[in-house]
C-alpha cells in the first residue's frame, strides 16, 4: 500500500511535469483531472440510474456512446468480460491523451481513483460519478495499448430539466399582418 501510493505520488509529479492542465490544483479525483470539466465522485444515495458498461478483449467498451443529464449522478456497472485486465477511466479527451502517454511509459503502473476502476477478467465494479456540466466526458481503457486500439467512449452531458425551448419553434417566425 504504500508504495503504492509514492507511485501514484510520482506518477501525479509527473503528469503535473508533463505539462497537464492542473486547473485548481487539486489532486481529490486522481492525476490532475478538473473535477469541474467533467463533473465529481457521486454519492451512492444519490444515484439517479445505473449504466451497465462490458469491456472486452476487442479493446472495446459496450456500448461506447451514452448520454446523460447534467446533474445526474450515473452507477456506471462496469464489467469485464475479456480474458485480460481492462480499466474504465473517466476525464476529458486531453487528459485521458496524456494519461495514456504515460501509461506507455510506466506499463507496471497501477492506480485507483473515483473516476475510475480497474478490472481482472470477469469481475465487474463500480464507478460514481456526478455531471455537473453539459458538454462531452469521455472515458478510455488506459492499459498499455488498449486506447490506441480503440477502447475509448463518449458521454452526452445534455441540458438538465429545462424546458421552454419548444415555444422558440411556433414563436416570432410567423410574424403575419
Ligand atoms: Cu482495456
Redesign the pocket.
Known amino acids: 500500500m504504500i508504495s503504492k501510493s509514492i507511485l501514484n505520488l510520482i506518477f501525479c509529479s509527473l503528469v503535473s511535469m508533463a505539462g497537464v492542465a492542473l486547473a485548481s490544483g487539486t489532486h481529490s479525483t486522481g492525476h490532475g483531472l478538473d473535477s469541474k470539466t467533467i463533473g465529481k465522485p457521486g454519492e451512492a444515495s444519490q444515484v439517479n440510474r445505473t449504466v451497465d458498461i462490458e ?1 472486452n478483449d476487442s ?1 472495446r467498451f459496450i456500448p461506447d456512446k451514452l448520454t446523460v443529464k447534467q446533474g445526474e449522478t450515473i452507477r456506471f456497472q462496469v464489467k469485464n468480460i475479456g480474458q ?4 474504465f477511466v473517466l476525464g476529458t479527451q486531453e487528459e485521458l491523451e496524456e494519461h495514456n502517454k504515460l501509461m506507455q511509459k510506466f506499463p507496471g503502473m497501477e492506480h485507483d481513483d473515483a473516476n475510475m476502476i480497474n478490472l481482472a477478467p470477469g469481475q465487474t465494479g463500480e464507478v460514481i460519478w456526478y455531471f455537473s456540466k453539459t458538454g462531452k466526458v469521455n472515458f478510455a ?1 488506459l ?1 498499455p495499448g ?1 486506447y490506441d486500439a480503440g ?1 475509448k467512449g463518449e458521454i452526452r452531458v445534455s441540458a438538465g430539466t429545462k424546458r421552454g425551448q419548444a415555444s422558440k419553434v411556433d414563436g416570432s417566425t410567423g410574424h403575419n399582418h
Do not use: A, T, Y
Open positions: 469491456m479493446m485480460k485486465k481492462h480499466e481503457c492499459l488498449h477502447m
